[in-house]
């Protein structure tokens, strides 16, 4: 979430497949483009892809990245947003402040590319950071061939 600025009902929804190792990394697929996963952080990555907490109950031998205590399910969102509050992590600012701060540092068609959000999501916060051409895909959208 914090550093693609996934919300949580999709990143629960995450599964083994989603990532994959390449010999240029280690990448998690969000969108149409995979993104790499920072090298400080593949481990973690790798760590709950191959061994999840709730290998105990009646969910083991799941293909969710975050499984549910139900058999066959994910980890539902409110159980996540949970866990991030007692962390002090507030889920939509948090995401929101990411989405600002990507929004100054990758071009709005690689963001849509790689979060498989909305050309008008990335533009709107494009917009709210002051990020130079923020409207351009809303515009080239508009435009008449």
Partial sequence: M?????????????????????????????????ATIPAAITEM??????GSENQNTTNSNTSWL?????????????????????????????????????TQEVDARTLIDLLDYSPAVITQHA????????DYIVFKKNQRP
């Avoid at 996934?6 to 995979?34: A, D, F, Q, W, Y």
């Avoid at 917009?127 to 923020?134: C, K, Y």
Wanted: aromatic share 4%.
């Fill in 127 to 134: 917009a709210r950071a002051a990020t130079r051409m923020s």
């Fill in 45 to 50: 990555f790798w760590s709950q892809r191959e």
């Fill in 66 to 102: 975050f499984p549910g205590t139900r058999a066959g399910q994910h980890l539902h969102p409110a159980t996540l947003s949970e866990r991030l509050k007692v962390l002090g992590i507030d889920a939509q600012r948090a995401r929101n402040a990411t989405l600002r701060d990507l």
């Fill in 2 to 34: 914090l550093l693609w600025a996934h919300p949580l009902n999709k990143i629960v929804m995450l599964r083994h497949e989603h990532i994959s190792i390449t010999p240029e990394g280690m990448l998690l697929k969000l969108g149409t483009t995979p």
